[in-house]
């Protein structure tokens, strides 16, 4: 099969599909939405129905358990069915329709059952040369159930309609098929004519060969397509050697990181074996000294193992659900007292309970980031910390009575840096900062802002989202 064929072929499939889905997706929603709509129209008719049956059972002085006896029941339904398209029936608590408008019962259904059990209760039913949409509700009375509504609309009318608008889509669809595939075959017949020139070239290409160049004498975008290919070819020679290049770097460097995790963990394997063979309390100091000696050179390694992985491409997943926001702040500062302890940093609380979207080991990441950011650069012996509802959203402060931000600086607290290489990465900080917490908090569908005086302290807002962002 030629290529012409094939892309005929691929766009006829593609229109079909596309056509296929059109008039799936519109049945279907018009469908729902006609449901939607009559289960709303019957659901409000039992809301009025429910409020004048009550009227009569004030009016005639009867008792509410003969509203759904068999001797007001009947009479009930048909009243209430007046001037309406639909039948009304009335059940009692034992699942016997006790009332009913019309001839049709369709006994068989849940619907009842769910009913008396507290809920409403939507079904589509077939009933000889067409459907129905029950609608079945219960009926409370001083605090219980004491029986229930229940709604049959005939949906014939319905049926009619839909298979209209089919017929409708499926002549419109065709007309625009039979367009499609004329034009398309003609236009596939212009394009693929000149694309034969390329076609020993592709060939060479498919094998490896990128050195052949194309030459086509057409001045149209067949002419630039070669041109590009030709520069393609050029382009996938140059990235080939320099994947390879890549390539053979990454594995020297995990070949270099295997040998040296392997060195100071054999080491430390060694003088535990030796520590048990000792029995001079000299020597296990040795030997402890080596052990800690090699730990701390496995952990200073880790590290730039974390370092280097940083500076790549990072993608933080989120997760979010509805979370208690004051727990996750109590949990947090649990995990930092001892490191505010030995700040001689003060710390205040005022939390209640608030309920908010977010993912908790993004968030306390974030308040890990931005206490810290206290601890170590504000110079400051107190932070307090609110936890309130504000402008629709949960908000947590964190102030401190620091040296406080230069307003120059502030602006650009925010702002990632353009080159990794830019970012600095010492033992004691990953370079991470203010602009991954702000990544966060977006990501998450809050916000995080940041006000700041001079000799005066500053001021963190963490902004989260009281309801669902979906």
Request: aromatic fraction near 8%.
């Amino acid at each position: 099969m030629g290529l012409r064929n094939k892309l005929f072929l691929q766009h006829t499939v593609m229109v079909v599909m596309l056509l296929t889905a059109m008039y799936l997706i519109v049945n279907y929603t018009l469908s729902k939405s006609m449901i939607e709509r009559d289960t709303q129209t019957l659901s409000q008719y039992f809301s009025l129905h429910r409020i004048e049956a009550l009227k009569i059972v004030n009016d005639k002085k009867i008792d509410i358990q003969q509203l759904f006896s068999g001797t007001y029941a009947p009479l009930i339904a048909s009243h209430l069915a007046a001037n309406s398209n639909f039948q009304v029936q009335l059940f009692d608590l034992e699942e016997t329709i006790v009332g009913n408008s019309g001839d049709e019962n369709l006994l068989k259904r849940g619907d009842i059952a769910a009913a008396l059990s507290g809920q409403t209760a939507t079904v589509l039913t077939d009933a000889e040369d067409t459907q129905y949409l029950i609608y079945a509700a219960p009926f409370w009375y001083e605090g219980k159930i004491v029986g229930g509504f229940r709604y049959l609309l005939n949906l014939k009318q319905h049926v009619e309609t839909l298979a209209q608008m089919r017929y409708w889509f499926i002549g419109v669809a065709l007309g625009c098929l039979l367009m499609s595939l004329l034009a398309s075959y003609s236009f596939f017949s212009i394009l693929v004519k000149p694309l034969h020139a390329l076609k020993q070239a592709l060939k060479r290409v498919s094998v490896g060969d990128f050195s052949p160049k194309v030459v086509v004498n057409s001045q149209d975008e067949i002419h630039e397509l070669a041109k590009n290919f030709n520069q393609m070819s050029e382009a996938l020679q140059h990235h080939i050697a320099m994947l390879h290049y890549e390539q053979g770097k990454q594995k020297a460097f995990y070949d270099n990181m295997t040998h040296e995790l392997k060195t100071p963990l054999t080491s430390i394997i060694g003088f535990s074996d030796l520590i048990n063979k000792l029995e001079k309390l000299e020597d296990i100091r040795t030997c402890s000294t080596y052990i800690r000696k090699e730990s701390d050179r496995l952990l200073h390694m880790v590290e730039e193992l974390l370092q280097t992985s940083l500076k790549g491409n990072e993608a933080w997943s989120i997760q979010l659900e509805r979370t208690d926001l004051a727990a996750i702040i109590t949990d947090a500062l649990r995990i930092l007292e001892p490191t505010l302890d030995k700040s001689s940093i003060a710390i205040s609380v005022e939390v209640e309970p608030c309920e908010v979207y977010l993912d908790p080991a993004r968030t306390q990441q974030v308040l890990f980031n931005v206490i810290d950011n206290a601890i170590k650069h504000s110079e400051c012996t107190h932070l307090h910390i609110v936890l309130d509802e504000h402008e629709g959203r949960g908000r947590v402060r964190i102030a401190d009575n620091g040296k406080g931000i230069p307003e120059a600086e502030l602006q650009s607290l925010f702002v990632p840096s353009e080159h990794k290489a830019d970012r600095v990465i010492s033992a004691q900080s990953h370079g991470l900062g203010l602009p991954l917490c702000k990544q966060l908090m977006e990501l998450q569908g809050g916000s995080i802002r940041m006000t700041s005086r001079v000799s005066y302290g500053t001021e963190v807002q963490l902004l989260f989202n009281l309801y669902s962002p979906l």
